[in-house]
């Protein structure tokens, strides 16, 4: 039997393997902070775990981790990272830096089946999902690269899984990952700083509610089905009424909990006056907070970004009406790093469209 990867197990994960191997399972509160905490990757560096256990884990386990291929540095502070699974295939992560923040994004799958047409990890097609050793890799990594500010805290304070792929299409390994970025022996951090970025899987939108208390996001892009059938092949299948059904169940019983709608601007396709009106009207009873996302372009594209004057003109009607509503700043792009510029190296490319409309398992 192969090597267990103890990389991506959440403290529940971990008690179940030490039981299995006769073990207490107390033991693996020490190893989450081995390896996240203090990121030693090495059994034989954990000094509190005997002589006997460590020689255990390393006939039973190992501690793979992503290979970092580039790291390239934007102008702005803005990093990104290539990462080589052992599949071959490669996936991206970026780091955003803004004031005490420091936000990192991160991939849960090595390309994207649902092919958004205004996306360009989802014109790479198809591969796998991650594994939850390779999401929380991502921040592993991140983490050692950036290490902490000079007063010592930790850079990365908040995570958003709006990387390559649907989180929700991978959600047993997302939550895995999410688990470990939230429990204070690991990362520690708070679920208002860990979000979710989904196109609108609204069975794991609603199973999310139950099992992971994290902020939620929602890829909406257009206030009427048409358009948004065009642009989100999903909607298809969850219609924008079924969703925001969903993101009202989502926050219901939750004071504090709000969605975040994210709307990129496309030059004459969903950025009218009426537009915005349909906008504000479709989310009136939904406690909600805007980001619009200047259109970022890539290879092939025929969609260009709305001017900066509509693009205010767009945020200030929806201001007027009494939204909350921010405009994203383009971070990263002489990197190609900015939002939907992702793509990786995607092998083995398929699409898998025509199985979003197929009912759906929850997936691995």
Avoid at 128 to 140: D, F, M, P, V, Y
Avoid at 189 to 215: F, N, Q, Y
Avoid at 328 to 350: F, M, N, P, S, Y
């Amino acid at each position: 039997m192969a090597p267990t990867n103890l990389l991506g197990l959440d403290l529940a994960g971990l008690e179940g393997f030490f039981t299995e191997i006769g073990e207490k399972p107390f033991r693996a509160r020490q190893l989450l902070q081995w390896i996240h905490q203090y990121r030693v990757v090495n059994f034989e560096d954990m000094t509190n775990l005997s002589k006997t256990l460590r020689q255990t884990l390393s006939e039973k386990a190992t501690l793979s981790l992503p290979e970092v291929l580039h790291e390239y540095i934007s102008v702005d502070g803005t990093r990104k990272w290539v990462m080589r699974l052992s599949c071959g295939n490669a996936i991206e992560a970026v780091y955003i830096p803004e004031g005490d923040r420091g936000t990192l994004c991160v991939s849960s799958q090595v390309g994207c089946a649902l092919a958004c047409t205004f996306c360009s990890t989802g014109a790479q097609g198809f591969n796998r999902n991650l594994e939850a050793s390779e999401i929380i890799g991502q921040l592993w990594l991140a983490n050692k690269y950036l290490g902490k500010d000079p007063k010592g805290r930790r850079v990365v304070t908040n995570v958003v899984m709006m990387g390559m792929g649907e989180p929700l299409a991978n959600y047993n390994n997302v939550i895995a990952a999410m688990n470990l970025m939230r429990d204070d022996l690991a990362y520690g951090i708070s679920w208002r700083r860990v979000t979710l970025s989904t196109a609108g899987m609204v069975p794991m939108i609603d199973k999310l509610r139950e099992d992971c208390h994290v902020s939620l996001a929602v890829s909406l892009h257009a206030a009427n089905d048409k358009l948004r059938d065009e642009i989100i092949p999903l909607n298809k299948k969850y219609p924008i009424a079924v969703l925001l059904d969903a993101c009202k169940r989502y926050v219901e019983g939750h004071q504090r909990r709000h969605i975040t709608i994210e709307y990129v601007l496309l030059a004459g396709i969903n950025d009218s006056e009426k537009d915005a009106r349909d906008l504000m009207r479709i989310l009136k009873d939904l406690p909600t907070k805007i980001n619009l996302i200047p259109f970022n372009p890539f290879p092939g594209t025929n969609y260009t970004c709305s001017s900066k004057k509509v693009i205010a003109r767009f945020k200030q009607q929806l201001l007027d009406g009494g939204c909350i509503a921010t405009v994203r700043k383009t971070r990263g792009d002489d990197i190609v790093a900015a939002c939907g510029q992702l793509a990786g190296e995607v092998q083995d490319k398929t699409r898998r469209t025509q199985s979003i409309n197929k009912t759906e398992a929850i997936p691995a």
